[in-house]
């Protein structure tokens, strides 16, 4: 099972992390849903963490790492802007850019990006 937390209200600007603790060791990918649109792709890594992919829309800005010893994924995500506001999910079983990839979902937790 996945459990995502960290998620807040922060200013445009301001950075937050994300945590994702999994069962076992898979390659893990972040998404996020705005209101009123698909869920988007955010980033991913593999097993090792050695290999990351992120979106455009985030490159620069968020980074995702993996602590194995802790069973924990985080995104960290720096210089937010008001459209970053999303729930955010973290899944479990691809590095790819498509829901259909991965094979279990965490419950989502809400960033907020507002002055």
């Known amino acids: 099972q996945l459990q995502a937390c960290g998620g807040g209200l922060v200013q445009p600007g301001g950075s937050l992390k994300l945590s994702c603790e999994v069962s076992g060791r898979t390659s893990m990918g972040w998404f996020r849903q705005a209101p009123g649109k698909e869920r988007e792709f955010v980033a991913s890594?593999?097993?090792?963490?050695?290999?990351?992919n992120y979106a455009d829309s985030v490159k620069g800005r968020f980074i995702i790492s993996r602590d194995n010893a802790k069973n924990t994924v985080y995104l960290q995500m720096n210089s937010l802007k008001p459209e970053d506001t999303a729930v955010y999910y973290c899944?479990?079983?691809?590095?790819?850019?498509?829901?259909?990839?991965?094979?279990?979902w965490g419950q989502g937790t809400q960033v907020t990006v507002s002055s």
């Open positions: 899944a479990a079983g691809s590095i790819g850019i498509f829901e259909r990839e991965y094979n279990a």
């Open positions: 890594t593999t097993q090792s963490g050695i290999t990351t």
